[in-house]
Antibody
Framework: VQLVESGGELVQPGGSLRLSCAAS????????MHWVRQTPGKGLVWVSR????????IYADSVKGRFTISRDNAKNTVSLQMNSLRAEDTAVYYC??????????WGQGTTVTVSS | QSALTQPPSASGSPGQSVTISCTGT?????????VSWYQQYLGKAPKLMIY???KRPSGVPDRFSGSKSGNTASLTVSGLQAEDEADYYC??????????FGTGTKVTVL
């Protein structure tokens, strides 16, 4: 199982960013996928989940209405579109696979910094 | 959704056992048998150690075990080894397709 995140960078408050995650080594379309973030020096926070087909999505209250998760099963990728970014969105973002309501396949993540 | 409560730290000598608690509510830990545990070394990505309260993924040593009673889940590391020194996080399904992580526990091997 390999998940490689990309797209993180420095962005100003109010800006937008799109994170991508390339999956390999497993039957991608057979799994739900999540995004989880970790603030520097702090704990893990669940952000969003997309189902196998991409039609079922759910978000943490803190990002609802601002973030959109999607997937492309033909390309084995999952994305997170982040709009109206705030300083508190600064974190390392991980893309992970759902295994019976647990999460595996953690990569090194991609760092998002929201600052002026 | 409030984070699950874990003790900030736990410690034990090599060969001993250490148990980490993870306290939630009837809406998360107590309501579902979907508690998972993660090990994270400093500067590294987390690793799944336990899922569905007590199941171990392939490759995880049987020194790691999980359990649950009411609204509190626990991770026990038996036969503590130096390599077990890390941060540990619990996570629970919280209904309506949402999830909540714990506050994290730093385990120190004395």
């Amino acid at each position: 199982v390999q998940l490689v995140e990309s797209g993180g960078e420095l962005v100003q408050p109010g800006g937008s960013l799109r994170l991508s995650c390339a999956a390999s080594g497993f039957n991608f379309r057979g799994y739900w996928m999540h995004w989880v973030r970790q603030t520097p020096g702090k704990g893990l926070v669940w952000v969003s989940r997309v189902d196998n087909a991409g039609s079922g999505t759910i978000y943490a209250d803190s990002v609802k209405g601002r973030f959109t998760i999607s997937r492309d099963n033909a390309k084995n990728t999952v994305s997170l579109q982040m709009n109206s970014l705030r300083a508190e969105d600064t974190a390392v973002y991980y893309c992970v696979r759902d295994v019976s309501y647990g999460m595996d396949g953690w990569g090194q993540g991609t760092t998002v910094t929201v600052s002026s | 959704q409030s984070a699950l409560t874990q003790p900030p730290s736990a410690s034990g000598s090599p060969g001993q056992s250490v148990t980490i608690s993870c306290t939630g509510t009837s809406g998360d830990v107590g309501g579902y048998n979907y508690v998972s545990w993660y090990q994270q070394y400093l500067g590294k990505a987390p690793k799944l150690m336990i899922y569905e309260v007590s199941k171990r993924p392939s490759g995880v040593p049987d020194r790691f075990s999980g359990s649950k009673s009411g609204n509190t889940a626990s991770l026990t590391v038996s036969g503590l080894q130096a390599e077990d020194e890390a941060d540990y996080y619990c996570c629970s399904y919280a209904g309506s397709n949402t999830y909540v992580f714990g506050t994290g526990t730093k385990v120190t091997v004395l």
